[in-house]
């Protein structure tokens, strides 16, 4: 079955740190851009993060730069979202997507993406 799967989710106190997988099942990330993407509660789906998996460039919400960074491995066929320094506004429900492509300078927009992962909850206490 052609997927996204998705792990790491975990409640967390502020300033800590967790690491999100996202593994594709069925199909290899070769070609293809990254998003990460979250929803608080309340609060519409945004954009965090992306990483063109072809030539690993990465980009980042001003909001996250600095403590997340995108990454990932070949050799699982999967890619991580590395969160440090977490905020209690950091939580959410995050959430991989794929859309093929080679990533310039800003991540695509969020309706291009055609495959979503199931989300992971990520809880910040204070």
């Known amino acids: 079955e052609v997927q996204l799967v998705e792990s790491g989710g975990a409640l967390v106190q502020a300033g800590g740190s967790l690491r999100l997988s996202c593994a594709a099942s069925?199909?290899?990330?070769?070609?293809?851009?990254i998003g990460w993407f979250r929803r608080a509660p309340g609060k519409e789906r945004v954009g965090v993060s992306c990483?063109?998996?072809?030539?690993?460039?990465?980009s980042y919400v001003d909001s996250v730069k600095g403590r997340f960074t995108s990454s990932s491995d070949n050799a699982r066929n999967t890619v991580y979202l590395q969160m440090n320094s977490l905020k209690t506004e950091d939580t959410a429900v995050y959430y991989c997507?794929?859309?093929?492509?080679?990533?310039?300078?800003?991540?695509?927009?969020?309706?291009?993406?055609?495959?979503w992962g199931q989300g992971t909850q990520v809880t910040v206490s204070s």
């Open positions: 069925g199909f290899t990330f070769d070609g293809y851009i």
């Open positions: 990483i063109g998996y072809s030539n690993g460039r990465t």
């Open positions: 997507a794929t859309v093929r492509g080679r990533l310039g300078i800003r991540c695509p927009a969020p309706d291009t993406y055609t495959r």
